[in-house]
């Protein structure tokens, strides 16, 4: 099995598609079977963020691979095959490996430097290993790329840049419509991670009211009792939306919990001005109609224009250090993961070896029956030295070789040689479980 990762983010789809190819969580385990019944997909993860959705998957083959992955996700999303591939980006092998640790540094976030993006890949992890989904290969993968964020926090200063999306939505908005969160009154919809991110961050920017709404009141009076603000649910969005400089929306509602055109299955349909308002919409898909965004004193905020907005955020000496503790680790993995796959080959050599062994110790038995016990047996402990001291040192060199680039072909040369069967079975079996 190898690393295989296929997605689209912000960077390579619209709002649009990600809405459409978002994975709920109600919807992780189904999509997770789905994956797992593909002929070369052994293990699977699935990493569904306000701003990408990625697969991570171990495989046996890279083309036959990469199209059950692609294939189960536009199923998912409803879309044709041909379109989503225009904007999936996949990444194989050591790239794979690359890409999970610059992930779980902040690397590859829209806000460079974030650490939310641990969270939510440990909530994946998470999901996966209790769906029993993950196999050695994503468990060592995973395991090792949340150690490699929390180092890359820890050794560097990526902190510094590493604001949050919502730090950096609030900002934004603030540049845009002149409401700062200092001494405004604030309303979050949405008490889920992205909602009680979003009141921590309000809170250290000292509002003057902080109202949380969610469609179970129950949840939204435990986020507002943390931070000091007052809960509601849906029924009381119009009211509450009336008094609102700041609205700031992050459910994981599947269609508009603000609309503006009257649609069913929404919290709040618009039926008067709002004032001036500046909406934050952190979604995806999008809490928030993008027709309200027209209205006169409205300023609406989505990720498609946050990210649009931060494409240009300049990297810095901390990412520099950053890349490199990704690189250095980088390495670690791939060299255990090589190592691990060439494990049958070796376990092959040295079972056909101790084959050959037994064969001439029974015809010996045959040839000299006179022979002792002791006799046998010290001519069996010197045969096995013998056979183990010749192993020796091709085994632990073809491991050597094996954790280079393109180390595969030196155990696919042994096998070769000694005529060696290795299924897929044992590169798995050699892998290991987690249990």
Not at 167 to 186: F, K, R
Not at 361 to 388: F, G, K, M, N
Request: glycine share 8%.
């Amino acid at each position: 099995m190898n690393p295989l990762v296929v997605g689209v983010s912000y960077r390579t789809a619209p709002v649009s598609l990600l809405e459409r190819v978002a994975v709920s969580a109600d919807a992780v385990p189904g999509v997770l079977r789905d994956l797992l019944a593909q002929k070369t997909v052994g293990e699977a993860v699935i990493l569904s963020t306000c701003n990408r959705v990625e697969i991570y998957a171990g495989v046996s083959a890279f083309h036959a691979g990469l199209l059950e992955l692609s294939t189960v996700l536009a199923a998912h999303a409803g879309v044709g095959i041909e379109e989503l591939v225009e904007h999936l980006y996949v990444r194989y092998d050591e790239e794979a490996v690359r890409h999970a640790y610059r992930l779980a540094a902040g690397l590859d976030s829209m806000v460079v430097g974030e650490a939310q993006i641990l969270g939510q890949l440990r909530e994946s992890y998470r999901v996966a290993t209790s769906e029993d989904s993950a196999g050695r290969v994503l468990h060592e993968l995973l395991q090792s790329a949340l150690r490699v964020g929390k180092r890359v926090h820890a050794e560097t200063g990526i902190d510094r840049a590493g604001q949050s999306v919502v730090t950096a939505a609030l900002e934004l908005g603030a540049a845009e419509s002149g409401l700062e969160p200092a001494n405004a009154n604030v309303l979050v919809i949405g008490a889920g991670a992205m909602g009680a991110l979003a009141c921590a961050t309000l809170q250290r920017s000292g509002v003057a009211q902080l109202v949380v709404a969610n469609r179970t009141l129950d949840k939204a009076q435990r986020l507002a009792d943390s931070y000091g603000g007052t809960a509601i649910d849906f029924a009381g969005l119009p009211a509450a939306l009336r008094a609102a400089d700041i609205v700031l929306c992050a459910t994981a509602s599947s269609g508009h919990v603000l609309s503006a055109t009257g649609e069913a299955g929404a919290a709040w349909n618009l039926t008067e001005p709002l004032g001036a308002k500046l909406i934050l919409d952190l979604a995806v898909p999008r809490d928030v109609d993008p027709a309200l965004g027209d209205l006169a004193d409205v300023i609406l905020l989505d990720i498609e224009r946050l990210g649009s907005a931060l494409a240009g955020h300049t990297s810095s000496t901390d990412v520099a250090a950053a890349e490199l503790i990704v690189d250095d680790e980088v390495s670690g993995y791939t060299a255990w993961l090589r190592g691990a796959q060439v494990a049958p080959t070796v376990a092959a050599l040295r079972a056909r070896a101790d084959d050959v062994v037994a064969g001439e110790l029974r015809r010996l038995d045959q040839r000299r029956p006179e022979l002792t016990d002791e006799v046998r047996s010290e001519i069996a402990r010197t045969v096995h030295r013998v056979v183990q001291q010749l192993l020796h040192q091709p085994t632990v060199r073809v491991r050597q070789l094996a954790a280079e680039p393109g180390g595969a072909q030196y155990a696919a040369l042994v096998r070769e040689l000694f005529a060696l069967d290795v299924t897929s079975d044992s590169v798995q079996e050699a892998l290991g479980s987690t249990e």
